[in-house]
């Protein structure tokens, strides 16, 4: 019985320090990913910036949306 209990703490030990890691090495690479927050309302509000693209980038992401529908 004693034996038992020790390999089910094991594994819940060995359970926990897998999910660290994952959730460690698989976080926001740098700080910049998050959009801007505005502070000081009663809940943080995210502000995505406006930016009008040029027609290379349009032309990029356009190429990005059609390679991603083939594979739908």
């Known amino acids: 019985m004693k034996m038992r209990s020790m390999k089910l703490k094991n594994m819940l030990w060995a359970g926990c320090f897998f999910f660290v890691a994952l ?27 406006i930016y009008e693209m040029n ?11 059609d390679e991603y529908k083939q594979f739908e």
């Open 55 to 65: 027609s290379e980038e349009r032309a990029i992401v356009d190429a990005i949306r």
């Open 23 to 49: 959730s460690l090495f698989t976080a926001c690479e740098s700080y910049d990913e998050m959009p801007p927050r505005i502070e000081g309302s009663s809940t943080a509000k995210l502000v995505f910036p």
